[in-house]
C-alpha cells in the first residue's frame, strides 16, 4: 500500500490517523509543499491518480483511492479490524453524518482561520472580520458537537427510556460514536486546528473539553499532532507559538 499525503494536510491528517488506528503497513509518500508555493507544482503521481490533483490519494495494489470519506470507507471495508465504523445501521449512518458535519461544515471555518491566521495576509493586512465570523460560526459548531456528546441530540423516545439509560445520556458518550470511530477522527482534526489557531471551545463546552483531551490522548492521534506540530515549528517563516496541530489546506 502507497498513501500520498501532505505533511500539514487536514484530509491527509484524517487519513494517517485512520492506518495508524488500524496498524495497516504502508509507504508513505509526503508530498511537496511550502508556505509560500502550497502544493504548486502538484505532485504528478497524485495529478495522474486524482482529477481533482489533490492528497490524500491511497493505492492498495490494482485499487486507486481518492477523497479522505473514500480513504476511510475502502480501508474499513478491506481492512475490517480494528473497526472505525460502528457495528449497526443506524449507528454507522450517525457517524458518517458527523464526519460530513466535520468536512462540510466544520472546514469551511477552519479554512477561514488558516487563511487569516497560518498564512502570511496576502496583501499585508489580516481580514479581522472574516476571522470573528469564522469564530462565531466555530462556537455554533462547538454547542451541537457538545451537545452530539452528551447525548442531548438523541430522540424523545429515547430520552423516556429506562433510569439507567437517563444517567447514560447525562454522563455523555466518550466517543462520539459510542467507540472511538472515522467522526472523532475528522471532528478531532478540524477542533484541534481551530483550536492551535487560536479559537478553542468554550470551557463551558465540558463534554467537548473532554472529549477533545481523551482523543488527542490516544497513541496515533497524540503521533499525528507531534509530527504536525514539528513540521510546522520548522518553518522558518512560521513563528513557534503558531504551530498548530494541522492548519494547512488539504490540496
Known amino acids: ?79 475490517p479490524d480494528p473497526p472505525l465504523y460502528p457495528a449497526d445501521v443506524a449507528g454507522r449512518a450517525r457517524c458518517r453524518r458527523l464526519e460530513a458535519l466535520a468536512d462540510e461544515i466544520l472546514f469551511p471555518a477552519v479554512w477561514d482561520l488558516v487563511e487569516e491566521v497560518f498564512y502570511p495576509p496576502s496583501h499585508g493586512v489580516r481580514d479581522a472580520q472574516r476571522i470573528e465570523r469564522a469564530r462565531a460560526r466555530l462556537a455554533e459548531l462547538y454547542a451541537e458537537l457538545d451537545g452530539e456528546l452528551a447525548g442531548a441530540l438523541r430522540s424523545p423516545a429515547a430520552r423516556c427510556a429506562s433510569a439507567d439509560s437517563e444517567v447514560g445520556l447525562l454522563a455523555g458518550r466518550e466517543y462520539l460514536c459510542g467507540a472511538f470511530s472515522v467522526a472523532d477522527i475528522a471532528s478531532f482534526v478540524m477542533v484541534s486546528t481551530a483550536a492551535a489557531l487560536g479559537t478553542a471551545p468554550d470551557p463551558a463546552r465540558t463534554h467537548l473539553i473532554e472529549w477533545l483531551a481523551r482523543t488527542g490522548a490516544r497513541p496515533a492521534v497524540r503521533r499525528e499532532i507531534d509530527a504536525m506540530r514539528t513540521f510546522v515549528a520548522s518553518l522558518s517563516a512560521a513563528p513557534a507559538a503558531q504551530a498548530p496541530a494541522a492548519a494547512a489546506p488539504p490540496a
Open 1 to 79: 500500500m502507497k498513501v500520498y499525503t501532505g505533511p500539514v494536510s487536514l484530509f491527509s491528517a484524517k487519513v494517517r490517523i485512520a492506518l495508524d488506528e488500524k496498524a495497516i503497513p504502508h509507504e508513505q509518500v509526503s508530498v511537496g509543499w511550502s508556505l509560500a508555493s502550497r502544493y504548486r507544482p502538484h505532485h504528478p503521481d497524485v495529478v495522474a491518480l486524482n482529477p481533482k490533483r489533490q492528497v490524500p490519494v491511497l493505492v492498495d495494489g490494482e485499487v486507486a483511492v481518492y477523497d479522505s470519506t473514500q480513504i476511510f470507507e475502502y480501508l474499513e471495508d478491506a481492512y
